[in-house]
Structure formats: structure tokens, C-alpha cells
């Protein structure tokens, strides 16, 4: 009888901690992820390691001009910016998943550039390069339409026979 009683207990202890939700998981949920970002919640330093099935829930914040102000930046940058708008990171965050090798032994994902910063092209290798604002309308819209497009053209193939297509390809944008 008590052997039934530590198992039943031991059960329920199991099953209480694993509906707990961690961002440390694994594959944690972007919703999740979206909603640390936009309570200014997430401190972790790395990335949480989102896949390809990701991609569409991260997309429904591809417009968003939500000012984020806490967020996880590639710590090799030495640039440093105080806020992001929230479509905009998502946007850096789709091009990680797109980039990423495999999955680090940490779970984390790499950076998809040094920040989720928008250049244009002509000013890349620039020293003087121009980040776009901030607020800039016209390349937030332009650079959410192409992920969108990229993700429709291709979002009912295997992933790895796109992820290397560049959604900025055609544009005059890229990640700095």
C-alpha cells in the first residue's frame, strides 16, 4: 500500500512539472517566445531554438510596429540599439531559423546577422553604413512582404530544399 502511494505521488509530481512551460525547452512555442519579447520577460542571452513550424506563427507579427526594448542581441555586435519593433525582430528571427545548421548542444540558435538591423545593399560594405530607422515604413512593409512571399511560395515543401532561397534576394535590403 505505501509503495502505491509514492507511485501515485511520484506520478502526479511528474505530471505537474512537465505541463510547466519553459523557454528553456528544446523546441519552446513562438507564441511563447513572442509574448516573453513583447512583456519585456525573455532573459535569456541566446536565441530559444524555434524550427521551421515556427515560421507561420512568427509571421502573423511580421508588421507589427510594437516597440520592444528587451531582447536578445548577438553578443559579437558592437553596435548597439535600444529598442526594436517587434515585426522587425520576428522578421531577424525567421531568417535565424532559415540560416540555422543544425541545433547547437545548448538549444540555442545562432544569430541570423549581427543585429535586427535592415540595410540597404549599396551601403553594406560601407564602414559607414547607415542603419535604416527604426520606424522606417517602407522597408519594415517591403521586407514583410518578401518573407511572406517566401514562406507562400515554399511553405508546402521540405524545408531544407528552400531555406537556402534569400527572401531579400530581389530586394534592396539585407541584415546587417
Known amino acids: 500500500m505505501k509503495q502505491l502511494k509514492i ?10 512539472v512537465s505541463c510547466e ?3 528553456d525547452d528544446n523546441q519552446p512555442e513562438a507564441e511563447y517566445f513572442v509574448d516573453l ?8 542571452l541566446m536565441l530559444p531554438k524555434l524550427t521551421s513550424e515556427s515560421i507561420p506563427t512568427l509571421l502573423k507579427y511580421a508588421s507589427s510596429k510594437e516597440h520592444i526594448t528587451h531582447f536578445p542581441v548577438n553578443p559579437i555586435s558592437s553596435f548597439y540599439r535600444e529598442e526594436c519593433r517587434l515585426g522587425i525582430y520576428v ?7 532559415r540560416l540555422a545548421p543544425n541545433k547547437s548542444e545548448d538549444g540555442s540558435m545562432p544569430y ?5 538591423l535592415l540595410i540597404k545593399k549599396e551601403n553594406a560594405e560601407s564602414a559607414q553604413f547607415q542603419p535604416l530607422d527604426t520606424d522606417d515604413e517602407t522597408s ?8 511572406r512571399d517566401w514562406w507562400k511560395n515554399h511553405e508546402n515543401m ?16 539585407q541584415w546587417h
Open 91 to 97: 522578421l531577424w528571427i525567421i531568417e535565424a531559423i
Open 7 to 16: 507511485i501515485s505521488l511520484l506520478i502526479f509530481a511528474l505530471s505537474v
Open 112 to 116: 541570423a546577422s549581427q543585429n535586427p
Open 21 to 23: 512551460r519553459n523557454i
Open 158 to 173: 521540405l524545408f531544407f530544399l528552400y531555406k537556402n532561397v534569400d527572401p531579400l534576394e530581389g530586394s534592396i535590403y
Open 37 to 44: 519579447l513583447r512583456s519585456g520577460e525573455y532573459d535569456a
Open 140 to 147: 519594415h512593409s517591403q521586407v514583410a512582404q518578401a518573407y
